[in-house]
């Protein structure tokens, strides 16, 4: 019988500077937890905009845990607030080992009203707000190769 995925839900403050640095930044975010995250069975999305890093990890416990742990870590990340942490009934990103949110006007927008203001900070949105905007948004990869 299958397990039940797991989800860990964060944001964390961008600690790049620099907006080429940034792109460079993401785009290697996105390259290692595709080809990573396949091979360990996770799926998820990632959403960055303003400064900030939202993020969905799905999969295996041991799995999920081994990939935040190797974020926790990571030097371009910080401030790592969980928003959720625990079992899902099911996945809400089944095909893809990492889509991306953050690339149309309309992406930007939500992604906004989420909650991320220059008052507000990331503490506001609450992790099944977040994860609805983001399935809302359709962000499956159209390039699963990648």
Not at 89 to 112: D, I, Q
Request: aromatic share 8%; proline share 5%; net charge negative.
């Amino acid at each position: 019988m299958p397990t039940r995925p797991y989800r860990c839900i964060y944001w964390s403050r961008n600690r790049v500077d620099g907006a080429d640095e940034i792109v460079r930044a993401i785009d290697s975010i996105l390259v290692s937890a595709r080809h990573n995250n396949r091979l360990l069975g996770i799926t998820g999305a990632l959403a960055f905009d303003r400064g900030l890093f939202a993020q969905f990890l799905e999969g295996e416990i041991r799995a999920v845990e081994l990939v935040f742990e190797k974020i926790q870590r990571d030097e371009r990340h910080g401030d790592i607030q969980v928003l959720a942490f625990g079992p899902a009934s099911k996945r809400a990103f089944r095909t893809s080992p990492m889509a991306f949110l953050g690339r149309t006007p309309e992406e930007h927008r939500r992604f906004v009203e989420a909650g991320d203001d220059a008052e507000a900070g990331a503490d506001r949105i609450e992790a099944q707000r977040l994860l609805d905007i983001v399935r809302t948004l359709g962000v499956e990869d159209p390039d699963p190769s990648r």
